[in-house]
C-alpha cells in the first residue's frame, strides 16, 4: 500500500530522488556515506545503495541524457531494482523522498510494487517467499491524496490480472473465471451479469459454442459494467478480452515447446477484469464496459474440426480451417455483442497470433483498428507507461485472403500476415470505433522481466487505464 505522510521514523529506510548531485547536501547522510555517494556518481553511477546496518538508503539519480519516458522507465526500474536488493533483509517499509517532479516517484512506486508481485499461491512455505515490504510513504512535496488512490487502484488492477493469467485450468476453469469475476466486482463496486451455456446457446453465439465442444467444463460470457452517475460519457467505453483458459489447439494440437504456456491465453480477458477493477476502485467518472468470452479449447469427443461451417452470433457463417484460430472466434461473438451498447468506443485484446511476435517481438503490442485518432493516443500512452504499440495496417488487400467458397469467412487467411488477416477476420463484427490489441508477445514471460515479473505481466492495464483517466481530466 501507498501512504502519504508528512514525517517518518529516524530508523525507516528511504529512497532519495535527485535530479542533481548538489541536491545530496540535501539528504541525511554521514560525512563517510556523502563522500562515497559523491564518488560513485563521479564514476557515473546513478543507482546507490548504503547499507547503514539498522536502515538502508537508496540515492536514485535522474539520466538527464535519455528522454522523458525512458527517465520514467529507468526509474521504474530501480523500483523494481531496490526490491531485490531488500529482499533479504526484510524491510517492512519504504520512505520516499523526491527532491525532483513527483512523476518520478509514480514511476519508482510502480517499480516497487509491481516488482513486489509473486504468484506463490501453490507453494508450501510461500511466507517464504513473499516480499516483506508492506508499505511505501511518500514523504513531504506530495501528490495529492487521489493521485495516490489511482496508483493504489491501478496496481491492484495489474495484481488481479495477473493472478488470473497465472491460474492454471486445473482452478481456473470458465466458470470459475466468472466466478471470479462476480467476486472481484463485489469487492471493487463494478455490476456484473454472467452468461451461463444455455443462455449462450439461446443467443446462438456460434463461435464461442464451437470452440467449447471438446471441452467437458461449459462456456461463460462475463458482463461487467462501471456506469458511475457523474460519468462524463453517455456512449461507454467497451473493453473486449479474449478468455482461452487453455488452449490445446483443438484437432489442430499445438506441438510441445507450445502447449506449456496456454494457461497465459486467457491474458486478454485478465487484463480487461483487471482494468475494470482498477476503473472501479479509483472511481473513475467514467461509463465502462468489460466483455469477456471463455472456455477453453481441446480436441474431446464433439470437437470442431477443420472444414466445419459455423454461424456466429450475428449471422456470419464461417468455415473453419484452422481450430487453433479460435481466439477470434469467441471474439467475433463478443464484438458482434458489443454493438447493442452503442458504444464510444471498443477495444479488444487477445493473445491472438503468434504472427504478431514475429512481427513485432515480445515487448511490443500490434495495433490495429478504424479509430486513428484514438490509436495515435494509445501509441502515445505505450512510451509514456513503456507497454509500447506497433501500428499494423489493415488494408482491403487482406480481407481477399479470408474469403470462403462455401461460407460467409474462412477463419485463417493465408501463410503471410497473421496478425493483420486475424484483425480483418475480427474488423468484420464491427460497425463502431475499434480497436484491436494483440498482445501475445508481452501478456507473459517465462524468465523475470524486471517489475514486470515472471509468468502472466498484466500487460494493457496500466495502458488503458491511464488512456481512461486521461478522458476524465
Known sequence: MINLTDKYLIDESVVYIITDKKQLNDIQLSKTELNYTEKMIDNKLRYIHINSFYKSSFILLLNSEKDEFAQLEEFRQSGNKIISEIRDIKIECLNIINLSDEKYTFAVCEGLMLGKYGFYKYFKDRKDKESSLNEIKIVGNKPDAKSIEYLNALIDGVYIARDIVNEPLSFMTAKKLSEEIERIGKECGFSTDILDKKKIESLKMGGLLAVNRGSVHPPTFSIMKWQPENAINEKPYVFVGKGLVFDTGGINLKPSGYLETMKCDKSGGATVVGLMAAVAKAKLPINVIGIVPATDNRPGNDAYVPEDIITMFDGTTVEVLNTDAEGRLILADALAYAK????????????????????????????????????????????????KLVELPLWDEYKEQLKSSVADLKNIGGKYAGSITAGKFLEHFTDYNWIHLDIAGPAFTEKHDSYRGIGGTGVGVRLLFDFLKEKTL
Open 340 to 387: 447493442k451498447y452503442n458504444p464510444k468506443l471498443v477495444i479488444d485484446l487477445a493473445t491472438l497470433t503468434g504472427a504478431a511476435v514475429v512481427a513485432v517481438g515480445e515487448n511490443a503490442t500490434a495495433v490495429m483498428g478504424n479509430d486513428k485518432k484514438e490509436i495515435e493516443i494509445l501509441k502515445q500512452k505505450g512510451f509514456e507507461v513503456w507497454e
